[in-house]
């Protein structure tokens, strides 16, 4: 009896695989818009007030904007190592740059893979692997953090050379690869990848006058002094006023640009760069000439990714495939522009624990929509196999974020979120540092080598986090409420009592 039950399966199940083959597989796709270091403080959707972006905005219009997605460790690679595994740095093993990702591990787009997706990743990759990128049947891909112009790039493994500007080279090979290369009868995962506006903020040649006629607003903390904070605040080294170089100010020309390319480059800088030497600037005046500098180059980098992503959309409604993509636009990690006199990331406050997250998926995501529950890159990986329908595997520290884009938060959803940094001595010399934050509380706790050093912020008081309340006697039971939440996080997400990065330095 048994074995006529089973038989009768195996028959049913090949049946079924026979009808399934024959019909198109309706499951949907996925295209994965991702920049690196995009504050959602320069996104019009997120309530910008220094520029617009009409594309980016035209994702939210149609989906889910996420008001509070931190990032569990805010810097380039690990936040990528992060979104290809479902796991916390001390899992997947990339603490900080210049770690290489094992890409041998178990990622999302493998297991995508394995339940007939077709997965795909152009533009930045950064993770150090052995080329090509694991998991994926097509790649091209920038070397390293890759140039602003005229990039050398990896496809399938094999060195290939563009002649153009970088943010538009990209989209047009996702574009190729989107209306050409891939196989129709499959569903997708796209990975379409810009190196903007990471440093030094080089613009595109369509952009390089762009906003030279206005004054864009400067932050409030522009010139923050860092009192009512500890040691890390003042011995960090990632300030506009003293941080950045000729290079990053384009002071200096780039060097790897065509005769053109540099006469454009030129003719755009060459006197905005002679009327800033003739002015002699100095202290706050020379401060609030770098700000601009660096603000509009930044934007105007935002602008060509936003032009770009306008024309990616525009292939989705033209073929018809918006009707089945989940559209994601995400970035790495937020960015200071300007608040503390920063530029750069890395900190558990809260421009760079914030990433910009936007979701629309036709017929699913509210239109229009926003949501404030914590959520992370970190739940991207088991996203996107509920969307495919693919087997959980057990072992992701992230969740489903299908129930929240059906518009029902599930009753058990995290209320407080772990974060942690590992990369000191390193870079901007900002400390190695956890904490929890539910959103309205935030506790941290800086250490090693030679700090150890807690802070706390309420945010409801004090949204720019100027004034730590550490140790406060008024802030007595939050504090301990938060250091219990600390305890709890870190056994549950298996943190290991020896810091790891202490492991790795120097690597
Ligand atoms: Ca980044």
Not at 194 to 205: F, I, M, V
Not at 416 to 426: D, I, L, M, Q, S
């Amino acid at each position: 009896m048994k074995r006529a039950i089973n038989t009768f399966i195996v028959a049913t199940t090949l049946l079924i695989c026979f009808n399934s083959a024959a019909w198109a597989d309706e499951r949907p796709n996925i295209l994965f818009i991702f920049t690196d270091d995009h504050a959602s403080q320069s996104i019009s959707a997120y309530g910008s007030k220094i520029n617009t972006t009409p594309n980016i905005d035209r994702i939210a219009r149609e989906g889910v904007l996420f008001r509070r997605c931190y990032v569990t460790n805010s810097i380039c690679g690990p936040m990528r190592a992060v979104i290809q595994t479902g796991k916390y740095s001390h899992l997947n093993g990339f603490l900080i740059n210049g770690n290489k990702f094992d890409g041998t591990q178990q990622t999302f787009p493998k297991l995508l893979q394995k339940v007939g997706y077709q997965t795909a990743v152009v533009g930045k990759w950064h993770l150090g692997t052995h080329m090509p990128p694991q998991g994926y049947d097509y790649s091209e891909v920038l070397i390293g953090q890759g140039p602003y112009y005229n990039p050398p790039m990896l496809k399938n493994g094999e060195r290939t050379k563009h002649t153009g500007y970088t943010t538009d080279i990209i989209t047009d090979l996702a574009l190729a690869w989107l209306k050409d290369s891939r196989d129709p009868d499959k569903p997708f995962m796209l990975m379409y990848q810009h190196k903007a506006p990471h440093r030094n903020w080089q613009p595109g040649p369509k952009h390089l006058n762009l906003y030279d006629d206005v004054e864009i607003p400067e932050p409030d903390t522009l010139f923050d002094d860092y009192s009512d904070r500890g040691t890390p605040a003042h011995t960090q080294d990632m300030t506009i006023s003293k941080t950045m170089t000729p290079n990053d100010l384009k002071l200096v020309p780039p060097r790897n640009f065509t005769p053109e390319q540099l006469e454009t480059w030129n003719a755009a800088y060459g006197p905005k760069n002679k009327e800033f030497e003739e002015a002699n600037l100095t202290g706050k005046e020379l401060v609030r000439w770098k700000y601009q500098r660096y603000i509009k180059d930044y934007l105007r980098c935002i602008a060509s990714v936003d032009d770009n992503i306008g024309r990616v959309l525009d292939y989705l409604d033209e073929s018809g495939l918006a009707k089945n993509t989940v559209v994601i636009y995400c970035s790495d990690q937020g960015f200071y522009l300007g608040e503390h006199g920063w530029f750069d990331k890395r900190w558990m406050y809260e421009e760079s624990l914030k990433t910009p997250f936007i979701v629309k998926w036709s017929g699913v995501t509210k239109p229009g929509s926003s949501n404030d529950d914590i959520v992370s890159p970190l739940d991207f990986a088991q996203t996107f196999l509920e969307i495919a329908g693919a087997e959980d595997p057990g072992d992701l520290q992230g969740h489903s974020l299908v129930p929240i884009l059906k518009g029902k938060t599930p009753d058990d959803w995290r209320t407080v979120f772990y974060y942690h940094y590992y990369e000191f001595p390193g870079p901007h010399a900002v400390r190695r540092h956890y904490g929890v934050t539910d959103g309205r509380n935030k506790l941290v706790r800086f250490y090693e080598p030679d700090v150890d050093e807690w802070e706390m912020y309420d945010l409801a008081s004090d949204p720019q986090e100027l004034k730590s309340v550490y140790g406060k006697p008024e802030f007595a039971d939050i504090q301990n409420r938060m250091l219990a939440e600390l305890d709890r996080l870190r056994q549950e997400l298996k943190v290991p009592e020896i810091d790891p990065a202490a492991s790795i330095r120097g690597k």
